[in-house]
């Protein structure tokens, strides 16, 4: 029994779920039994979002446990100014009905934290630079045509390309409109009938990688 | 926007200007502890604003008003939310699947129907309408190119057939269709990627007050 | 091989990726100092972007704006996002702001404040309303179609959408006149799916560069009506609109650093075939 409650009924309710979510598209906004489950879904999914917090946090009290050498003394101020955001912004939600109002909770956001998203992010600027100039070689045909049309895009969306030659932004142009329009179709049509194959899979219980089983379980 | 003039805001500003300087010291010198200490800060704050976001208000946001008019349903799906916590541990992880497969489903089920018409559907309308009467060569000839590219493309990544003969010629034209369309998406990621970066670079100045905020 | 030894090619391929990254951040600051301005060509998906929301744009047509982009790439999406507020604004248009980033609420604060002349003149919950957050998940996307109600209950600051004089009549996707996604992501991709093919609302994306790329084929399709590209289609929108901006200062910054990139592909390859003769 306890087997049938950990896979069976599994498979089950995921393909009860799918093929309700599928036929409703024939009864667009007159299916209840759909929306309510959508709107389950949403909560479950904004429920289980903080499921990686509480996997980070804690790996972080392990360290502090545990004092692992130049690991600790940063899991302590990780764990301290997650304390002062997340308890000022309760405060401000609890108070208000918006966290935002509350001023440290907005400090916080609107300085340390919007800088430090926008520097981690832009990081990879550097690492594309050095890319560039060390990964990028004409080795073959294909690398060629990869290294041509990337760099009349490039100069495209430079309006300098433009001044450099005039030729420049309409070739540039071509390959954004048309050059790259087949592969990227080929892309959409390519993995829409690699979701259709891996939703059926999934329907008949074939593809059970994501319910997270582990093997000899 | 002005320099800010309000005392907490210019101390944000300087503090968020130190913080760019700690992260960029690792790309530009080497790795160090004030990198360290920066990224801690990020993951910390993060970590919180994430929380405050999601998990906690925009739940209580969602379930609290039906909750209070007698609507219990709303339990289930609480339910099966902290459910997915069972993730944690490893002799009741099976309790997890089920708020997977409710997800799951509702994925599969709204992506399967969605993905028929717009990727595939009107993809093949698109590639196989030809251009409107009085249309020039250079039309032709783009249609001509999206459409068979197209064609070939998709080739490529059928693999039920052996790649040889008529298919090999087909599909070496297909790689090549793709590894343009690839150059094109290296071309905007560079765009992407040095817009991100001149916006720390605009930012350094703007603190320093060399350009306008 | 000794140093000595080394031909001017292979010193070329051994400096210190260090010095690269110097010569690229301080490149980027000299437009912000001395601004290098050179004419913007407006591309075609930012112009039907542009027109698609003048033709379609009655005054007091309600418009969805969608915030899935997060703080970290507001130097990418914002200045386009923010000249399509202006543009809706100036149409008067209603607009509804909602997001699927968890930092959500500090971008809406941040189009408030790039656009503060603008709605200094509108007033909350009557022109324009902010929802906050649902989860990044294509259920969320499909039931905010079916009701947006079963979604957001009450605005982001607590008051029911019924009490909201904007929202009184507005609960589904054939309420809402067209969709606009500020994307870093897939979001769009729901908003295709689940809005655009089975209610028939109008999306356009504003998204980050890489998307003009994915989201092509739907553009060419005609299933986005416009697209914007990354910040060069902030800056096109804002000399269609008429205000240059943030993203028209930025393409001075553009300009030098995607030079640098393709003298460094140019470099590397010279080098590559002069050590390969060798």
Redesign the interface.
């Known amino acids: 029994m306890a087997e049938v409650l950990r896979r069976e009924v599994v498979y089950l309710i995921t393909a009860i779920v799918t093929v309700i979510m599928f036929i409703e598209f024939f009864f667009v906004g007159t299916w209840n039994v759909a929306e309510e489950l959508r709107t389950w879904a949403t909560i479950i999914a904004n429920i289980s979002l903080g499921l990686g917090a509480v996997r980070l946090l804690s790996e972080h009290a392990k360290n502090i446990q545990k004092r692992r050498a130049g690991v600790w003394p940063f899991s302590i101020w990780l764990w301290i100014i997650f304390l002062i955001t997340i308890l000022s912004g309760l405060a401000g939600y609890v108070t208000t009905h918006d966290a935002m109002k509350n001023p440290l909770y907005n400090w916080l956001f609107r300085w340390p934290y919007t800088s430090l998203g926008q520097t981690l992010y832009a990081i990879t600027g550097f690492y594309i630079f050095s890319a560039a100039y060390r990964a990028f070689r004409a080795r073959n045909i294909d690398a060629a045509l990869l290294l041509i049309a990337g760099c009349f895009v490039i100069l495209t969306n430079a309006p300098i390309g433009g001044v450099i030659w005039g030729g420049i932004p309409v070739i540039g142009r071509w390959f954004l409109d048309y050059g790259q329009a087949p592969a990227m179709r080929c892309f959409l049509i390519v993995a829409a009938f690699g979701m259709l194959a891996y939703g059926f899979r999934a329907l008949l219980g074939r593809e059970r990688g994501f319910y997270g089983e582990v093997a000899g379980e | 926007?002005p320099y800010p003039t309000a005392p907490?805001?210019v101390f944000?500003?300087w503090?968020?200007?130190l913080?760019?300087l700690m992260?960029?010291s690792?790309?530009?010198?080497k790795e160090n502890p004030v990198f360290?200490?920066?990224?801690?800060?990020?993951?910390?704050?993060?970590?919180?604003?994430?929380?405050?976001?999601?998990?906690?208000?925009?739940?209580i946001?969602?379930?609290a008003?039906?909750l209070m008019k007698g609507r219990l349903?709303?339990i289930?799906?609480?339910v099966?939310?902290?459910m997915?916590?069972f993730?944690?541990s490893a002799r009741y992880?099976?309790i997890?699947?089920?708020?997977?497969?409710?997800?799951?489903?509702?994925?599969?089920?709204?992506?399967?129907?969605?993905?028929?018409?717009?990727?595939?559907l009107?993809?093949?309308?698109?590639?196989i309408t030809p251009p409107a009467t009085g249309a020039g060569a250079v039309d032709w000839w783009?249609y001509i190119?999206?459409a068979?590219?197209?064609i070939?493309?998709?080739m490529?990544?059928v693999l039920t057939w052996e790649h040889r003969g008529a298919m090999g010629y087909a599909t070496r034209l297909?790689?090549?269709?793709?590894?343009?369309?690839?150059?094109?998406?290296?071309?905007?990621?560079?765009?992407?990627?040095?817009?991100?970066?001149?916006?720390?670079?605009?930012?350094?100045?703007q603190v320093l007050k060399?350009?306008p905020m | 091989m000794s140093e000595e030894e080394l031909t001017f090619w292979e010193k070329l391929a051994r400096i210190d990726r260090r010095v690269f990254y110097w010569i690229l951040f301080i490149g980027l600051m000299i437009p912000f100092i001395h601004p290098i301005v050179f004419p913007i060509a407006i591309s075609p998906s930012t112009r039907d972007l542009y027109e698609g929301i003048k033709e379609m744009v009655e005054p007091g047509d309600v418009v969805v704006m969608n915030i899935a982009f997060g703080v970290d790439a507001w130097p990418e999406c914002m200045p386009a996002f923010a000249a399509c507020t202006k543009l809706l604004i100036k149409e008067g248009a209603k607009i509804i702001f909602w997001g699927a980033y968890y930092d959500v609420d500090m971008t809406y604060q941040e189009v408030l404040r790039r656009c503060e002349d603008y709605f200094k003149n509108l007033k909350y919950g009557e022109d324009y309303v902010y929802l906050g957050y649902y989860p990044y998940q294509e259920a969320a996307v499909a039931q905010l179609a079916a009701s947006i109600r079963s979604i957001f209950k009450t605005d982001n600051y607590g008051t029911p959408l019924d009490e909201i004089p904007m929202m009184k009549n507005v609960d589904k996707a054939t309420d809402i006149k067209l969709v606009l996604s500020g994307d870093t992501g897939d979001v769009c991709d729901y908003y295709i799916r689940q809005w655009r093919i089975p209610y028939g609302t109008p999306v356009a994306e504003i998204g980050i560069a890489m998307l003009g790329s994915s989201y092509m084929p739907y553009y060419r399709s005609g299933v986005l009506f416009g697209m914007s590209v990354g910040v060069r289609g902030g800056a096109e929108l804002e000399k269609l609109i008429g205000e240059p901006a943030e993203a028209t200062i930025r393409m001075g910054a553009i300009n030098i650093s995607h030079i640098l990139v393709v003298i460094a592909v140019i470099l590397a390859n010279i080098g590559y075939f002069a050590s390969r003769r060798k």
């Not at chain 2, 801690?40 to 976001?53: D, E, F, S």
């Not at chain 2, 269709?177 to 992407?192: R, S």
């Open positions: 926007m907490a805001d944000g500003l503090v968020a200007w913080l760019m992260i960029y690792y790309p530009l010198y360290r200490f920066a990224e801690h800060t990020y993951i910390g704050v993060m970590l919180a604003i994430m929380l405050v976001r999601t998990s906690i208000t925009t739940t946001n969602m379930v008003p039906p349903d709303y289930i799906p609480i099966l939310g902290f997915m916590y993730l944690l992880r099976w997890s699947r089920y708020p997977i497969a409710v997800l799951v489903g509702a994925g599969f089920g709204l992506g399967m129907r969605g993905v028929l018409i717009p990727n595939i009107n993809q093949v309308i698109s590639t783009n190119y999206i068979i590219g197209t070939c493309a998709v490529y990544f297909g790689r090549w269709i793709i590894m343009i369309g690839l150059g094109a998406y290296f071309g905007n990621t560079v765009l992407f990627r040095m817009a991100m970066l001149s916006g720390r670079a605009q930012f350094f100045l060399i350009a």
